[in-house]
């Protein structure tokens, strides 16, 4: 069965980087993308950005361009999300999942299948 | 970016109840519209894809509808588990996507 194992809570300062992994196993890794996903405290899901797993492509969302980078193993199939100079407002739990790619239409459709999700607090 | 409202932001019903969740966008998505159920604690789960494909293993009585700009999920009748928070998200504006507000399921 598809599963996404991700790395545990982080507590960092602000102006420090993190690095969460995401670990996918039963299916094909390079078959699919990866996208990240944030959630504050109380508050609603926040798109980060995806990788297209084959060949490494990325795309971010232009609010976290310049600090966030996406890179995956294909020999491990785990992905990461590096997120550098964080401020207090970074604090959230961030999920990894699935981003399903439709052969048929050759489009990157939906996340079919979520992480645990890694709480990450910047504070002082 | 392609903004994404959700009304209402929250509703109170029955267990039994016919629930509708509305979903818009701030242009046309064609169908590229998809519906997660997230429960406090845990990650959010695919119910709908591609507006009205139910996604695998996911109950029968949640549907999905809609096109363009409008787009409607309804859960025919709300049973204990459902009480959650629904998202919408657009699928259309690759490689930006975006997520609506939520819309937070509580018992009456």
């Known amino acids: 069965q598809v599963q996404l194992v991700q790395s545990g809570t982080e507590v960092k300062k602000p102006g420090a980087s993190v690095k969460v992994s995401c670990k996918a196993s039963?299916?094909?890794?390079?078959?699919?993308?990866i996208s990240w996903v944030r959630q504050a405290p109380g508050q609603g899901l926040e798109w980060m950005g995806w990788i297209r797993v084959f060949n490494g492509n990325t795309n971010y969302a232009q609010k976290l361009q310049g600090r966030v980078t996406m890179t995956t193993d294909t020999s491990t199939s785990t992905a990461y999300m590096e997120l550098r100079s964080l401020r207090s407002d970074d604090t959230a739990v961030y999920y990894c999942a699935r981003l399903y790619y439709d052969i048929l239409t050759a489009y990157y459709s939906h996340l079919d299948y979520w992480g645990q999700g890694t709480p990450v607090t910047v504070s002082s | 970016d392609i903004q994404m409202t959700q009304s209402p932001s929250s509703l109170s019903a029955s267990v039994g109840d016919r629930v509708t969740i509305t979903c818009r966008a701030s242009q046309s998505i064609s169908r590229y519209l998809n519906w997660y159920q997230q429960k406090p604690g845990k990650a959010p789960k695919l119910l709908i894809y591609?507006?009205?494909s139910l996604q695998s293993g996911v109950p029968s009585r949640f549907s999905g509808s809609g096109s363009g700009t409008d787009f409607t999920l309804t859960i025919s009748s709300l049973q204990p588990e459902d009480f959650a928070t629904y998202y919408c998200q657009q699928s259309f504006s690759t490689p930006t996507w975006t997520f609506g507000q939520g819309t937070k399921v509580e018992i009456k």
């Open positions: 591609a507006a009205s």
């Open positions: 039963g299916y094909t890794f390079t078959s699919h993308g």
